[in-house]
């Protein structure tokens, strides 16, 4: 047998299974995008760097565990920031609580417990709900544009959707889940087509399986109805308010999704405070933020174009944005973006 055929061959099978294993090609059309990274994580490497190094080798074997089990596609990394696209949003949420909750069962460097950013936390029932690095993840779904990267010959995204999806992401706290209106929009629908088919299999069945079941709830502050549980996902649904992202001028209801299994997390809300009417030079000069915009404990106060009705959100500054540190401005993860 020909030795260069063999190696050739070899060389086409390891090809195979590697685009098996990290497939090239992503969903297109509606995307479910979700923004993940590690909060405090430059503070955790100078915190202790070997015990860093194997937390982020596990973090990162986890993530690409858990998207392959639910379909997702990792579109790109930068550091422990990853941007990854879903075909639905139930798939997208059902990773991100998977993912929480691996987190937690992580056997872990036992030093990197002394940081603030990885020590073990108990609820009220002595249920382990922090442990380890605390990964803020942001979900939002749309029609992004989807191209091949001529240099990576992989699909990328780009687009508003993107930009939003990774304003969201920049929203939470270490171990929180913030999703758009959109996201439980298409919760709401996939679960009860869930239910729907869970029908039709089991005709005899005289009740619907609690596993389908979509509790709802109404708020009457903002007079809307939403999901209060997603059982297929093992989460319940907490309404954070309304809010609007710098560069948008919608106002948008942001959620957040909490593990069954986690309910004893707690995060501070996001801070809002209301706006008053200003004129467009006053409008355009809060518009970015500045060195006094920077409190010492790295909270940065971004505005909106602003309304009388609309909030300004204080972002907590993280590495994503030039401006907003939000995911890959700088890297590409969000290319389009426009201050």
């Not at 422990?80 to 929480?100: E, G, R, W």
């Not at 005709?203 to 708020?219: A, C």
């Not at 954070?240 to 992202?245: S, W, Y």
């Not at 309910?263 to 801070?271: A, I, M, P, V």
């Amino acid at each position: 047998i020909n030795a260069e055929y063999m190696g050739a061959n070899y060389d086409v099978e390891k090809e195979h299974v590697e685009k098996q294993k990290f497939p090239t090609q992503g969903p297109t059309g509606n995307v479910a995008l979700v923004f993940t990274d590690i909060e405090g994580s430059t503070a955790l490497w100078e915190f202790d760097h070997d015990a860093m190094r194997v937390t982020m080798s596990k973090h990162d074997r986890i993530l690409r565990q858990v998207l392959r089990e639910f379909g997702g596609f990792e579109v790109k990394t930068e550091g422990d920031a990853f941007m990854i696209a879903f075909a639905c949003a139930l798939d997208a949420a059902q990773f991100a609580v998977s993912v929480q909750e691996k987190l937690v069962h992580e056997s872990w460097p036992k030093d990197i417990f002394a940081s603030q950013y990885c020590r073990i936390e108990e609820d009220d029932y002595g249920t382990v709900i922090f442990k380890g690095p605390r990964v803020r993840m942001g979900i939002h779904i749309g029609e992004p544009v989807a191209q091949t990267n001529p240099v990576t010959q992989r699909t990328d995204y780009y687009g508003s959707v993107v930009n939003y999806a990774a304003r969201v992401a920049a929203t939470g706290q270490g171990g929180q889940i913030v999703v758009s209106q959109g996201v439980i929009n298409a919760l709401t629908a996939e679960e009860r087509i869930e239910a729907e088919r869970g029908r039709r299999v089991s005709k005899t069945q005289t009740t619907k399986s609690r596993s389908n079941t979509v509790f709802v709830r109404e708020n009457s502050t903002l007079g809307d109805a939403f999901p209060e549980r997603l059982n297929s996902c093992g989460c319940q649904i907490e309404l954070l308010g309304e809010f609007t992202l710098k560069g948008f001028k919608n106002v948008e209801l942001l959620y957040q999704l909490v593990p069954l299994s986690l309910q004893g997390r707690s995060f501070d809300k996001l801070s809002v405070a209301p706006m008053s009417p200003m004129s467009p030079a006053e409008d355009e000069l809060q518009g970015e933020p500045s060195a006094k915009d920077v409190d010492p404990n790295g909270e940065i106060s971004v505005a909106a174009p602003r309304s009388p009705s609309r909030t300004s959100v204080h972002l907590r500054h993280h590495k994503w944005d030039h401006d907003l540190d939000i995911p890959g401005h700088s890297s590409g993860i969000v290319e389009s973006y426009e201050a």
